[in-house]
């Protein structure tokens, strides 16, 4: 079963509306990676969570770990085109502390329409 | 200069060739990883290591093998291809010295068809 679970899976929005991306999972995360992947390109880094009830934002972007440090969103603000792509979570699922491994999510295809 | 390269970035081979991709960096980094990605799948951890003496499998290391020449060089053999390992494949490095804070950073990804 898969460990990190993303949702939607795909989502397509209107250029301005805001969007909400999800990463669960059913054991605790020891440091949620959220990565933004050009189609065929590499992982480009975007935020680390890592203490439960964590927020951090970049520009438009906002990402939230949740207290008992089993999910994550990320959310995007009156979003553009450049926005587009997919988003990844990877998570550190090491228990009782970091094992120097990511687990990723299959990934949220977001197309944004002009 | 990218920090994380891979070579080839694209390639196309046959069924039962051995292909070698090959990954370098100039992080200084000591751990390493190769995954590949499917569509629908995400990303799966094929390989790690965390030095030059410590190499260990992932998830789905049937049918690869990995080599680790220096602390900058990891390398990823297919010893004969097959066509369910048509994918992207990506090499990471990490290097923080704090549980938990480990961000990985890719390459830009090759390409492989195997036909």
């Known amino acids: 079963s898969q460990e990190l679970e993303q949702s939607p899976q795909s989502l397509i929005v209107q250029e301005g509306k805001n969007l909400t991306i999800n990463c669960t999972s059913s054991?605790?995360?020891?440091?949620l990676y959220w990565y933004k992947q050009k189609y065929g390109e590499g992982l480009i880094f975007l935020m680390m969570?890592?203490?439960?009830?964590e927020e951090k934002s970049h520009e438009k972007i906002t990402a939230k770990l949740d207290e008992k440090k089993q999910q994550s969103s990320l959310h995007i603000t009156a979003s553009q085109p450049s926005h587009a792509g997919i988003y990844l979570c990877?998570?550190?699922?090491?228990?009782?502390?970091?094992?120097?491994?990511?687990?990723f999510g299959k990934g949220t295809l977001l197309t944004v329409n002009p | 200069d990218a920090d994380v390269t891979q070579t080839p970035r694209n390639r196309i081979t046959k069924t039962g060739k051995r292909i070698m991709l090959e990954c370098s960096q100039t992080?200084?980094?000591?751990?390493m990883y190769w995954y590949r990605q499917d569509p629908g799948l995400g990303l799966r951890l094929i390989y790690y290591?965390?030095?030059?003496?410590?190499?260990n499998k992932g998830e789905i290391s049937d049918g690869y093998s990995v080599s680790r020449q220096a602390q900058a060089k990891f390398s990823l053999s297919l010893e004969s291809a097959i066509p369910n390992q048509t994918a992207l494949y990506f090499c990471?490095?990490?290097?923080?010295?704090?549980?938990?804070?480990?961000?990985?950073?890719f390459g830009p990804g090759t390409r492989l068809t195997v036909l």
């Open positions: 990877g998570a550190d699922m090491g228990s009782g502390g970091s094992n120097y491994k990511l687990t």
């Open positions: 992080k200084g980094h000591d751990r």
């Open positions: 290591s965390f030095d030059v003496k410590d190499i």
């Open positions: 990471a490095t990490s290097g923080g010295l704090l549980a938990g804070l480990d961000e990985q950073f």
């Open positions: 969570l890592q203490k439960g009830g």
């Open positions: 054991k605790t995360l020891y440091g």
